[in-house]
């Protein structure tokens, strides 16, 4: 009865899975560089990654029909909870094969359900970022580029969630922009 529908939410999550695709993956081997969820699985205990929000992205679907998606582009925001050591994190990653791990709206409205998520669970927080901050592309599609901003509701969770709970980021590589400097001082050596 539900075989069709089905079958497209599978195709739809394989497409997630793949991230920016096998061209840019080999590229971001060829750089001695994991892909996000290759971090995820190494840092995490085994089979522990329960993902949020894996179908959100960029959808075009076709000209003629609709309702027939022709492409997705995930968001390159890969968010979820895990174990690692045995106690539960919520931990979010970059994936810079999708786009450089630019940011949008999409990349910032789950930026603020993944902070949101980990502080009404009172979730030690991982971060793994790498990217190269705004998306030139939606800031030519929209005609305007947006303050560095997820929304004041997030801003205050952001603050608030500092003090209740501790937080971890670290840096792969290009790290860029608004998003990437709130949670953390930049070490270099």
Known sequence: MW?????ELDRRKQTA???????NIAKQHARGKMTVRERIDSLCDPGT????GLLAGAPTYDDHDPHVLKTLVPCPFVMGIAKIDGRRVAVHGDDFTIKGASVGRLYKSKGAYFVKMAR????PMVRLVEGAGGSIREILDIGYTELPSSGDECAQDRVEVLSEVPVVSAGFGSVAGWGRFTWCRVISR
């Open 3 to 7: 075989r069709k529908e089905l079958d």
């Open 17 to 23: 899975h793949g991230l920016g695709g096998e061209k």
């Open 49 to 52: 990654f329960l993902e949020r």
């Open 120 to 123: 009404s669970l009172k979730l």
